[in-house]
Every structure is written in C-alpha cells, then in structure tokens.
C-alpha cells in the first residue's frame, strides 16, 4: 500500500532534528533506517505527518569503550555491529544477536537506535539492554533500560526526543542466545538471552510479553544454585506471551522454558 | 507537496520532483523508467526489488527515495559494463538459475552484493547471504548452483560466455 502523505526534513545535528520535531508536533516521527517503520506506515498502521530523518547526523555513527561501558551510536547499523572489533570483544552477544536479525538487505540499513526508539517486544536488542541494565542515551536524558520499555510499541521518549546512544555494560562473561523462528529472516517467536556477569547470570526474553522482559525468577532461581533446567522452569513467572497466528500463548511459555534451559546449557558448554 | 531529489543511478545524475511517501522501488521503475527491479510481495520479505545503494544491497520497497538523495543507486539495469555482463548476471545465464524469472534480479543485485563482501562462500554461507530473496518457483539449487559458478569465475575462473553458449548451440550437434 502506498503510505499516507508526509512532510520530510533531513537535519544536520540533533538540536535541529530536536527544533523540526517541535514544528512539526506529536504526529512526526524520527527515520533512520526505516526497516520496522517503513513496513508499517505502508500498512497505514502508523501514519506519521512528518519524518524527521536523521541519516545525515554527525557522531551517531561510532562505537566507543570507555571504563567498564561500550556506547552504540544510535545509526550505528545491524551491519556495523556484525563487523565491529570493539564489541565483538566487548559485547559479543549483541554481535551474533545482530548476525540474526532480519537479512542483508534489512542489516544494511536498520539500526541499533531504531530498534531501541520503535521498543518492540521482538526487537533482540531491546531484551538485551534490558537485562544487561543499559542505558539509552538521548538529546534529553538518559534512561534506565528498566525504565525505558513501558508497553507495546511504547517507550519513555518523548515527542521531541532523539535516541542518540545505548550504552552497555561490558560483558565478556559466557553467552548465548536462541532465536525461535520458522523462517531465517522472521522475527523471533520466541527468545531468549543469557549472559553471565561476574558470578551471576543475566536473562532476557524477546517477544514473550508486550515489552521485553527480563528473567528475574529464573536469575534467582540460578543465584540460589538451581539447575538449569529447574531456573528454566521459574521462566513462567517472568513472562506474559500473548497468543498470535504463529502460537498460542500456551506454546510460547512452553518454547520459553524449554529454550532457556538449552540457552543456559548451550552457554556453559561453550565455554 | 514534492520535494527535489538528487541522486545518482547506474552512474548517470539525476534531479526529479518528488512527493516523499514515493519509495524508491516506484521512482525507479516510474519515473526513471528503470523496470528491471521487481515488485512482488511488497512487504519487504521477498528481496525482488533490491538494488545497491552505495553498493550495498537494500529492499527499494523500504526505502523512500528521499532517503536516497544524495547517494548512488545501482540496479540491474547498471551490472553490466558496455556490453559484457556482470559474472553473476552470465552465472546465472550459464547455470540457468531461474524459473519463471521475475526473482532474478532481486537475486542477481544479491549475489553481486554477497560475492563482494565474500568472494569464495561455502554453500551455507550463500544460502545465508540469500535468505532476504525468495524464488516462488522454489529454482533455488540452481540459482546456488550460478552463485557457486559466479564465485568461480571472478576469482580468476573461467565461466562460459553468452558467445560462446549461442554459438555451441548453434553449431551442429557432433554424433
């Protein structure tokens, strides 16, 4: 379908992407890659007035380690982090996170402050800041992730905010992550995410809820010693998947505790 | 309300009027006149209308063509040069990597994308680099089979050329 009609702006710093969202009010939306916001204006289920496309922007294209921290530009793309040394050392399960996300096409130009800014349940990254405690950093703030994702499609920013960073903490511990899908380039149906920092272990869930989630009862469950496969079982109090046409909710928790038990073997394995 | 747009397509610099909400895939084939690049699903799942933008590949159904001023788009139209084309497009001839055809050149722009960033794929890496293009007619061993072929050939390989194919086709058939 052919979008609605739209004023567009391509602005040169964030002040003026920031100013351009001010004139053009509630109804515009910031474009960076466009590959979860195109598909949907084209099925007019958003309908922006104005896009304010922030491609041209100065210094939102680097990724830097400092201290115990690694900050993602937010135009930095699926693309970029498949190839990036920094946080293949530094971050390593945003890497193969990013290796499954969509195909080449969408990897070339979708990007990390996309996936942040448009707070999907499905995006991989958005469980993975959530669990990890990072910090999305914009031309306002900076949000705590837990704070960030607050209901369906719906985050904390504000109509003239501009994600401009996410900052993760460095995560070098064992890892894994599983997409459940039936095809390469879907979405998952359901994932799940683990990373151990220092002697803990971190959980996250993509797309079993209307936000991601984090495995709280399963990390405790692990703290207290708990094998994986009885953490796994903990996996239903963390989650709230809704049914849809590929599964009912009932196969989702089920998917979940069967797949974070096998992501928690698969990362202690590795190792 | 249109906007102008500069860009750049298969070398050759253009300016044209545009509304915003036109994607790219439409200006191309519209208003360029550009009607090698396909559209099928729509949806950006099936990769028939990929292009490069400054040489990378990307769905022109997902992109508006005001994000592309400024930036050089290559479709199938611009693989071949004067004359002699692309190995990927003489692949895909020589290996007959198609069906009914109207997947080709969302694959071809695929392929000439995956080939540049890994000149020798195994067999998983190329079904990997082509899980964006769909082929409805399911020719996809065949069109592994160009890739695997096109690989061969622009890593100092020999391929066949279309010459050479029309003229042993031509030739009278020995025995």
Known sequence: ?271 | MTQSVSLTINGRPREDHVEPRLLLVHYLREVAGLTGTHIACDTSQCGACTVLIDGEAVKSCSVFTVQAAGKDVTTIEGLAQEGTLHPVQQAFWNEHGLQCGFCTPGFIMAAAYLLKQNPSPTDAEIERGLEGNLCRCTGYENIKKAVRSASQAMNGGTAETSANLVGSAAAPVEG
């Open chain 1, 1 to 271: 379908m052919i979008t609605a009609a739209f004023e567009y702006a391509r602005p040169g710093s964030v002040d003026e992407a920031q100013s351009l969202l001010t004139k053009y009010g509630d109804d515009a939306k910031v474009i960076a890659g466009g590959q979860s916001l195109i598909p949907l204006m084209r099925l007019r289920l958003s309908q922006p007035t104005a896009l304010v496309d922030i491609q041209g922007i100065h210094g939102l294209k680097e990724v830097r380690r400092d201290n115990g921290s690694v900050e993602i530009g937010a135009l930095v793309r699926h693309v970029d982090i498949q190839r990036n040394a920094t946080l293949r050392e530094a971050l390593p399960i945003l890497v193969e996170m990013a290796n499954d996300v969509g195909d080449n096409q969408v990897r070339n130009l979708g990007t990390i402050g996309g996936v942040i800014a448009h707070g999907d349940a499905a995006g991989d990254y958005n469980a993975l800041a959530l669990m990890l405690d990072a910090e999305i950093v914009t031309n306002k703030r900076r949000h705590k992730a837990s704070d960030f994702f607050r209901d369906i499609f719906t985050t904390a920013l504000e109509h003239d905010e501009v994600v401009t960073a996410v900052r993760f903490p460095v995560s070098t511990g064992r890892f894994a992550y599983t997409k459940f899908r039936r095809r390469l380039y879907d979405w998952a149906i359901a994932g799940v995410a683990v990373q151990e920092t220092g002697s803990s272990w971190r959980v996250g869930y993509v797309n079993l809820a209307r936000t991601p989630r984090r495995g709280a009862s399963v990390e405790r469950a692990l703290a207290g010693g708990a094998s994986a496969a009885d953490a796994a079982a903990e996996s239903g109090s963390d989650i709230d998947p809704t049914g849809d046409v590929r599964a009912t909710a009932e196969y989702k928790r089920h998917l979940a505790q069967v797949l974070t038990a096998r992501t928690l073997e698969k990362a202690t394995m590795a190792a």
